[in-house]
């Protein structure tokens, strides 16, 4: 994604890290959708500061003496994956344990405001994404 969405992102480099590493963002709707998702995972509300899911996985990586839980990469697919959780209707088999797991109590899954607001810019972001690849693919019939 970060080749579509930022301008001389490294080859392999997650969205997530090029968005935190400042690269310049490509001019376009799904890439503003994309930065509004990539904002409500890693900053606070008014965009000052982290969010408590990046210090809950700051606080558990040196807890453990190691960088995991707070890579760029980690933290969106933890978002990513209770926001599935969270679709109705629920999938069991794909995910399961962002709500109740010890992890989920340490903080290390997105909950309360922030769990909502990563849900709807995910919703937008991934809604808006998939009528972009119906048009094309309708363009192609």
């Known amino acids: 994604m970060s ?3 930022f301008r001389h992102a490294a080859p392999f480099q997650f969205a997530s890290s090029a968005w935190l590493e ?9 890439n503003q959708q994309l930065a509004d998702c990539l904002k409500a995972v890693f900053l606070t509300d008014d965009g000052t500061g982290p969010s408590k899911l990046f210090e809950a996985s700051q606080k558990a990586d040196n ?3 190691v960088l995991y839980y707070a890579r760029p990469e980690e933290l969106c697919a933890r978002a990513f994956e209770a926001f599935v959780e969270d679709c109705q209707p629920g999938n069991h088999f794909l995910v399961n344990g ?3 797991s010890d992890e989920a109590h340490a903080g290390l899954y997105p909950q ?17 994404l998939g009528e ?6 309708e363009k192609t019939r």
């Open 98 to 100: 962002t709500i109740h």
């Open 132 to 137: 972009a690849l119906y048009r094309e693919q």
């Open 112 to 128: 309360g405001w922030q769990r909502q607001q990563i849900s709807e810019a995910f919703e937008s972001y991934f809604s808006a």
């Open 22 to 30: 400042g690269a310049l963002q490509k001019p376009h709707t799904l």
């Open 63 to 65: 807890q453990l003496k």
């Open 3 to 5: 080749a579509k969405a």
